[in-house]
């Protein structure tokens, strides 16, 4: 089975384990913290699910040893280094979140000690805010919403602990109603950390405790409340940044040509030309992404994206596959607008151009007469660059007009290295010039 293949079967199923374990986490997060407040010993069902939240930790302490984390996977490391670096960073915390105190205290008959220790088992949570980067790159979900997710995630855990809290200092967790004295401080606990804070429940003003204690649960709910909301407008804007960058790029040359009070005609060209980019290519620039791109990614994606025109363009269909290899990458993709001179005339002509969609006009100096119109899959600008003369007629865009452009460097490569190449395109250009001629 070839490597990569591999490695993505096993991050799947590592991330699937992370799951499990997290919702193993939450569970004693909830559960634990509960007991230790109530005192009350776990019903024998829930005493067994510790059990096996014990045993599933400490399978997990076991895989860790040997099971690369998905940094590790690509780094490929070896089997100690894996077990070495999980020695040193999550064994402890892991450990200690897998013993099982309260089986061993409960068999020598101390509860409170058992629960105190059971505390450790809380450790695993913070296995669970380590996962958050792994899964904001594996759930393809926007980066935002899933910090988003996480903070409310951990937001809901805090208040559970912080209600608690409450409980314990106001003495509620020996009410014969346990749960409505729970959902009573949850109640307070909401009212004050969203800062609504109606004051029907308050601190007891001669008891610091309270007082210390409320404070502490308005400053970090202020704290967070301001995290949430900032969170939620960077996902509004982030919610469709392509788009929101293009219509900036669109307004700045608005802006910049209505200060330059250019005629109206331009401006709605240059409206056009942009609503067409848009709905074409979703306001991306291919030669802007490839830039950026490391070069060997650089070479597949121009393999990709260039492929299509070798079905368009007849001279490739039979070509030398070495050679449409080597034009595909160095062919760059354009876009002209109806109207656009793509050539002109008497210049010196440095690329040649094949048509992906769209047409144009073959145009004499003047512009009155239309020697040919070239469509999908023709090109042109050959004979300027296979002669080295100037260009021998003007070419209009007739709508618009999604080009690739070779240059006459790599022109010139590649006819030195596919002789079958230059005389296809020399035949072209005989044709051609005795057509001008008549
Ligand atoms: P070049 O001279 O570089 O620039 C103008 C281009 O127009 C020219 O190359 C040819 O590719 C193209 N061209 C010129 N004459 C004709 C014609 N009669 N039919 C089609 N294309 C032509």
């Known amino acids: 089975m070839p490597h990569t293949k591999r490695n993505k079967q096993i991050t799947d199923v590592v991330f699937v384990w992370d799951i499990a374990l997290s919702v193993l986490a939450t569970y004693l997060a909830f559960e634990i913290p ?120 951990f937001l809901v855990l805090f208040m559970h602990w912080l209600a608690l809290g409450w409980m314990k200092i106001q003495h509620m967790n020996s009410d014969p109603h346990l749960l409505h004295a729970y959902i009573l401080a949850l109640y307070w606990c909401t009212t004050t950390v969203t800062t609504i804070g109606y004051g029907d429940i308050t601190p007891n003003k001669d008891k610091t405790i309270e007082l210390v204690y409320t404070i502490f649960a308005q400053l970090t709910g202020a704290g967070s409340f301001g995290y949430i909301i900032a969170n939620i407008s960077t996902l509004l804007t982030n919610i469709d940044i392509v788009k929101t960058r293009h219509r900036e790029r669109v307004d700045r040359v608005d802006n910049y040509m209505k200060s330059k009070k250019m005629p109206k005609d331009l401006v709605d060209r240059v409206h056009h030309y942009y609503h067409y980019l848009w709905s074409t290519r979703r306001g991306y620039d291919d030669a802007v992404v490839l830039s950026e791109l490391p070069e060997s990614f650089r070479y597949e994606f121009a393999l990709f994206l260039n492929k299509n025109i070798i079905e368009k363009v007849p001279m490739f269909k039979d070509a030398d596959p070495a050679m449409i290899k080597e034009i595909l990458v160095y062919l760059k993709p354009c876009l002209f607008a109806p109207g656009d001179s793509i050539c002109t005339h008497g210049d010196i002509g440095d690329e040649m151009f094949f048509i992906n969609k769209g047409a144009v006009e073959v145009l004499s100096k003047d512009g009155r007469h239309v020697y040919a119109t070239i469509k999908e899959g023709g090109f042109f600008g050959e004979i300027a660059l296979l002669l080295k003369q100037p260009r021998n007629a003007t070419i209009r865009a007739v709508g618009y007009c999604d080009l690739y452009s070779l240059n006459k460097a790599s022109f010139d490569r590649v006819i030195a290295d596919y002789p079958d190449f230059e005389q296809h395109i020399q035949t072209m250009v005989a044709e051609r010039i005795k057509q001008q001629q008549h």
């Open 34 to 153: 509960y007991e230790l407040i109530t005192h009350h010993p776990p019903v024998n069902f829930l005493l067994t699910l510790n059990l096996f939240t014990s045993c599933v930790f400490i399978a997990d302490i076991v895989i860790r040893f040997r099971q690369p984390s998905p940094q590790q996977i690509h780094a490929g490391h070896s089997r100690q280094i894996i077990a070495w670096d999980y020695l040193k960073s999550w064994f402890v915390p892991d450990l200690l979140a897998a013993v099982p105190f309260e089986l061993f205290f409960m068999s020598v008959g101390n509860f409170g000690f058992a629960m105190l220790l059971c505390a450790f088992r809380l450790c695993k949570i913070f296995r669970v805010m380590s996962f958050q980067a792994t899964w904001e790159f594996k759930i393809k979900l926007n980066n935002a919403v899933m910090r988003l997710i996480f903070f409310v995630y």
